[in-house]
């Protein structure tokens, strides 16, 4: 599966951005989807993930300001992002896995397939 994710940019603090992720060249229903940041100097940490049974889970610290949500139609994951804070800058990932229905996986090696990150610039 190819996952190509445009979007991304800069945004003021307590401001909201959207990014979507679209899969291409297998069937987008058989893959976990999980969006990941990374900071420079720091290590590619989760920040939520959706199973194909459409169970979502997110951080802790962005509970209550990011929803990650699949549109199986459109082959594509959202990432909404609200109440941006400048600790929110990073550099963000989408992955998927080749998962059970019910897999919910929340570890980095999981992932099989990364689309190309977009920045995420959160500054006033």
């Known amino acids: 599966v190819q996952l190509q994710a445009p979007g991304g940019g800069m945004v003021q603090p307590g401001g909201s951005l959207r990014l979507s992720c679209t899969a291409s060249?297998?069937?987008?229903?058989?893959?976990?989807m999980g969006w990941f940041r990374q900071v420079p100097g720091k290590e590619r940490q989760l920040v939520a993930v959706?199973?194909?049974?459409?169970?979502?889970y997110v951080v802790e610290s962005v509970k209550g300001r990011f929803t990650i949500s699949r549109d199986n139609a459109q082959n594509t994951v959202y990432l909404q992002m609200n109440t941006l804070k400048p600790e929110d800058t990073a550099v963000y990932y989408c992955?998927?896995?080749?998962?059970?229905?019910?897999?919910?996986?929340?570890?980095?090696?999981?992932?099989?397939?990364w689309g190309q990150g977009t920045l995420v610039t959160v500054s006033s």
């Open positions: 959706i199973s194909r049974a459409d169970f979502a």
């Open positions: 992955a998927a896995k080749d998962s059970t229905y019910y897999d919910t996986p929340t570890s980095l090696g999981e992932y099989g397939y």
């Open positions: 060249g297998s069937i987008f229903q058989h893959y976990a």
